[in-house]
């Protein structure tokens, strides 16, 4: 069973930058695709980029696009989610999760490009004050 964890969020101030990290352990990493998703209070759960299980295909979210670039390192079995010019409407719980099912579509947005997830972490906190 695929398990995956992620680190790296914190408290940075708007305008900054974060690192995400997904690290899995008890499967194939490099079989699955991956996604990266948010949570923000109050609100549902938003896909913010996918990559495919060999990282050429990615998609984002239309909020993040130019500003938030998803990597993987399938010798890590590690993937990357780096934040940019981070905004307050980017805080949120950030979660990763996986699937071996493919990339539907690259260089589309979340919705149109990336499939269904199953496998899931447990998240990390990131928060942008006003």
């Known amino acids: 069973q695929l398990q995956l964890v992620e680190s790296g969020g914190g408290l940075v101030q708007p305008g900054g930058s974060l690192r995400l990290s997904c690290a899995a352990s008890g499967g194939a990493m490099e079989f699955y695709s991956i996604g990266w998703f948010r949570q923000a209070p109050g609100k549902e759960r938003e896909g913010v980029s996918c990559?495919?299980?060999?990282?050429?295909?990615?998609n984002y979210a239309d909020s993040v696009t130019g500003r938030f670039t998803i990597s993987r390192d399938n010798g890590k079995k590690t993937v990357y989610l780096q934040m940019n010019s981070l905004r307050p409407e980017d805080t949120a719980v950030y979660y990763c999760a996986a699937t071996p099912a493919g990339v539907l579509f690259a260089g589309r947005t979340f919705d149109v490009g990336c499939p269904q997830f199953e496998h899931w972490g447990q998240g990390t906190l990131v928060t942008v004050p006003e």
């Open positions: 990559i495919s299980a060999s990282g050429k295909s990615t």
